[in-house]
């Protein structure tokens, strides 16, 4: 194909949105993939203290340790002891900060399992995609945060699952990689 042609053909689907410069042409049949629903898991659900104010932030790792070991009494940057910065103490941190956390701590709050299934299908991608998406990651490593997402619901406890980041995590596991990087996101349900 030659790049005017490239080019008209780029034209020619701008316009075809609008009815007067519509050109009638040939179409190729693109593969269709049928998205099989994936089944969601339910959140985790934490018991925390209602919040009568607003949140302070912690806006670096050293902020987060620092309080750790002020409203826990421990060092330890574990994902627990994050997620209990907030629902205990009222304490978010900011979704810029990115911790690592051992990749078996960060599973039990998936919301997807992401099994290539029958159809070649994850629920977001095909099977060759996501054997794209491992070799990436064995080459080069996770360079995208998951996302913990801890919804405070109205009857007082937290829901927490991780939103972004399923395959990420899936491949994780399946590469034996033991530290795994996440970010926070909260919200109100």
Known sequence: MKLTQIGEDIVDDILADFPQFRKEREIKAQPKVTPQPSKARPPTTIKGEEHETFSDWLRSIDQVRQACQDKLGTPKLTLANCIKLYTEHNLKIDDFVVIKFQTNTVYPFR???????????????????????????????????????????????????????????????????????????????
């Open 111 to 189: 919301e997807y399992d992401r099994e290539v299934g029958a159809d070649d299908w994850t629920g977001k991608m095909t099977g060759e995609e996501y054997q794209e998406l491992l070799r990436s990651i064995q080459k080069e490593g996770i360079d995208n945060p998951g996302t913990i997402e801890i919804t405070n619901r109205k009857d007082g406890n937290y829901d927490v699952l991780l939103g972004e980041g399923n395959h990420r995590l899936k491949a994780a596991i399946e590469l034996e990689i033991n530290a795994f990087p996440i970010s926070f996101y909260y919200r109100f349900g």
